[in-house]
């Protein structure tokens, strides 16, 4: 008599909120960062398309899900990026060890989206704006890419928000009692 196997099982997903490359399940995203994540796509279609702000603003609305992100987040960040794109390279340019134009258009974007946060949303703490830009390099970006944002968005964030930057770091480096 021959004893029977079960099969075996897949092992069980984690209820962490994330997949198994690591990136947030959709489920978990804040309705912010649903809004960035649609930025990154209409920043996307500009710099790479150069199709008019109004007719991406437009596709991006229609895309499923839009209806989840937060839509005032989602115009601030895709018409203020777009607005003052110069302005933001001439934040980021400094940063860099390479010409813009060999970075990649999702890290662009990204670093777009981390630079515009740092510098007009101050009611997002500039460590939650590195944090999301981190998560969009690795969700949408190159391997490597969301170092290469964390490194220049952390170096972008001490001349933008100084107080906030210092204030967190120096309390990060108090002995605990």
């Not at 203020?80 to 662009?108: F, K, N």
């Amino acid at each position: 008599m021959t004893a029977t196997t079960t099969p075996k099982r897949p092992p069980r997903q984690s209820r962490t909120g994330l997949t198994a490359t690591g990136a947030r399940k959709a489920a978990s995203k804040s309705e912010r960062s649903r809004s960035r994540e649609f930025a990154l796509q209409a920043l996307y279609q500009s710099l790479v398309a150069r199709n008019p702000v109004a007719e991406i603003d437009t596709f991006t609305r229609d895309l499923a899900g839009f209806h989840k992100a937060d839509a005032v987040h989602f115009d601030a960040l895709l018409h203020g990026c777009v607005a003052q794109g110069a302005q933001l390279d001439a934040l980021v340019l400094p940063l860099l060890d390479r010409p813009l134009t060999e970075i990649s258009p999702i890290e662009h974007a990204v670093m777009w989206i981390g630079a515009y946060e740092l510098q007009h949303c101050l009611d997002v703490p500039w460590r939650v704006v590195l944090n999301e830009c981190i998560e969009l390099a690795k969700e949408f970006g190159g391997t490597d890419g969301h170092k290469y944002v964390n490194a220049v968005l952390n170096g972008l964030a001490p001349s933008l928000r100084g107080a906030e930057v210092e204030a967190d770091r120096s309390t990060a480096k108090r002995p605990r009692s």
